[in-house]
């Protein structure tokens, strides 16, 4: 009994001592102390129209998870961000979150009431459509409205496993915590909502949301003046001026970006 409380002990000890050793040999590039990622859903107008101008202004470089409905009035712009060197991901052709939202029972359509293959084929066929215009085969992936399910009570199933087989990441929406890259599922990366919030408001959530290593994903809709799922222009103007001018503190960078430096350090931390 004794000597197996022994064993347990030196254990977890271990395991202690092995995490905190992890960490400290992790880091992000020039010994920033933070990640920050900027992304964009549904390939609204107002992003290539007002969002692009000010990432431009800044420098920076951000993820649009695109939508062929939404993609069909700008393809020349889309292209040209492609090209700019952002990172274009999916985010499905019909946008399924589940059937509770009126503009989605309108439509007689729902989470609840489809499957698996469904969300296949609809995923491809936006995959299709943003490499043809695009020239980019994503890699990436957001969750319309951030919910991961299909079906109802016992039949209710994650096609999480779906988006892990097919993209590097997957991104979610509105949640709570940032990502720690020691720890993180590439298939459930975290998302802070920032539509609708002050410059104030932002850096305050950024600044909440830090603990060692943290990696924060920041993700809106529109880019405007104001509405529900508007990022404003000039709290995104803001805040890009603020984090391009603190890299010690913050590494800017797309979504994918990150992936791939995490991916990599951790493997080396591995050998």
Request: charged share 20%.
């Amino acid at each position: 009994m004794i000597k197996t409380l022994l064993t347990t002990l030196l254990l977890s000890s271990y395991a202690v001592f092995a995490a905190a050793n992890e960490s400290k040999s992790f880091h992000y590039p020039n010994n920033a102390k933070y990640a920050i990622s900027i992304s964009f859903d549904d390939a609204r107008h107002s992003q290539v129209d007002i969002g692009l101008p000010i990432l431009e202004k800044h420098n920076v470089n951000a993820t649009f998870y695109l939508m062929p409905y939404h993609m069909q009035a700008r393809l020349k712009q889309w292209r040209a961000v492609a090209n700019a060197g952002h990172d274009i991901a999916n985010h499905t052709n019909s946008h399924l979150c589940t059937g509770n939202f009126r503009w989605l029972r309108e439509q007689n359509l729902g989470l609840e009431q489809v499957d698996l293959n469904f969300l296949a084929s609809d995923i491809q066929t936006a995959q299709d459509y943003i490499f043809q215009h695009t020239g980019v085969l994503p890699s990436g992936f957001a969750y319309p409205c951030g919910q991961t399910f299909v079906g109802r009570g016992e039949n209710v199933k994650s096609y999480v496993p779906l988006i892990a087989k097919s993209f590097k990441h997957g991104r979610t929406w509105n949640d709570e915590t940032a990502n720690d890259p020691l720890y993180f599922d590439s298939a459930q990366v975290r998302a802070f909502n920032i539509d609708n919030k002050s410059f104030e408001q932002i850096v305050a959530l950024i600044e909440n949301a830090q603990f060692e290593h943290a990696w924060i994903v920041l993700a809106g809709h529109e880019v405007g003046d104001h509405g529900p799922y508007t990022i404003k222009r000039q709290a995104l103007d803001k805040l890009l001026h603020y984090l391009t001018r603190n890299p010690d503190k913050y590494w800017l960078a797309p979504v994918s970006s990150v992936i791939e430096h995490i991916s990599s350090k951790t493997k080396d931390l591995e050998r």
